[in-house]
């Protein structure tokens, strides 16, 4: 495979969905004129965020989507011959979830129902129950949302289950309490840059980290799109405010050359680690099983 041009957008989204249809399809213009292949929007970019992490009943929350509806087939349209993650509230029959869909202009490739939920988001979504990497044109890909990425096992059930590249997208805010007023010091932003790092390093994949911008509700994001190579380091960024940060590797050959020498899937000690140890070795295991649930990973 040649070397694979990927972006990471930051950027502001609100309830209503045409304006944010709108929004998407600037930022796919945009990535297709550079001629990136694999795009990452934000957390919730169909329909807006929670205008609050206090579960205030007064939120009606974004619009809920089906996976197979309307808006999802909208937006595989519109991603044509690109692959697009992108975050959306996913309507579940009798619940709702905090969901990313991946995408291309043949249909919905996977989706992943955020597991993790900080503060009161619990009281607007239901939880995800697992980590699944799925095949796309550009390679195998595995997906989280936001909190997920504050716990390793979320980026290493992915890593172990064989994806390349880890995409996260989030509606990442700066701090509640002690906020500063430049977001480039604030402790929520320098965390959310860490995680990105340590996620990649750690597992040894390329990494996608979008987020929302701008101010939403009573909550100030910290953007910081970035992509992340196998060894921790920021190839591409944009700062705390809008933009789509863009770069291009070959992936397989950075995964090979970042494990050549200590691989840390490889050198894995399992039966060392715990009850945690054991189910990691068991996924590792189960890679095959996972590839064909793809298209509707919880």
């Known amino acids: 495979m040649s070397a694979l041009r990927m972006a990471a957008v930051s950027a502001g ?53 089906a996976v197979d509806g309307p808006e999802i087939r909208r937006l595989a349209a ?12 996913e309507d579940g029959g009798d619940a709702r979830y905090n969901s990313v869909v991946c995408v291309s202009g043949d249909g919905v490739l996977g989706n992943h129902r955020k597991v993790h939920q900080p ?14 990497a799925f095949d796309t044109p550009v390679g195998r890909i595995g ?45 929520w932003k320098r965390r959310f840059d860490l995680f990105d790092r340590a996620r990649a390093l750690e597992n040894q994949i390329v990494w996608l980290s979008a987020n929302q911008a701008g101010t939403f509700g009573s909550l ?7 992509i992340v190579d196998p060894g921790g380091e920021i190839v591409s960024a944009t700062g705390v405010g ?7 590797i070959d992936v397989p050959r950075a995964l090979e050359t970042a494990r ?18 054991q189910a990691g070795h068991a996924g590792q295991a189960g890679h095959a099983g996972h590839a064909g649930q793809a298209g509707h990973a919880a």
């Open 13 to 65: 989204f609100g309830r209503d969905l045409d304006e944010d249809f709108a929004i998407v399809e600037r930022l796919v213009k945009e990535a297709r004129n550079a001629d990136v292949r694999l795009l990452a929007l934000p957390e919730a970019c169909l329909g807006g965020y929670l205008l609050s992490l206090d579960g205030d009943a007064a939120d009606a929350g974004p619009p809920p989507l």
């Open 78 to 89: 519109l991603a044509g011959d690109l692959v697009v993650v992108a975050g959306y509230c």
């Open 119 to 132: 503060l009161g988001e619990n009281a607007s979504y239901a939880s995800g129950d697992g980590f699944r």
């Open 143 to 187: 997906m989280m949302i936001c909190y997920d990425k504050a716990f390793p096992e979320s980026a290493r059930a992915l890593a172990l289950d064989g994806a390349q590249i880890g995409v996260c997208v989030s509606a990442w805010p700066g701090s509640r309490t002690n906020a500063a007023l430049d977001l480039e010091r604030d402790r």
């Open 220 to 226: 100030r994001f910290v953007g910081s799109a970035k």
């Open 242 to 248: 809008p933009g789509m940060a863009v770069a291009e």
């Open 260 to 277: 050549r020498s200590m691989g840390h899937l490889r050198d894995r000690r399992p039966e060392t680690y715990g009850t945690a140890g």
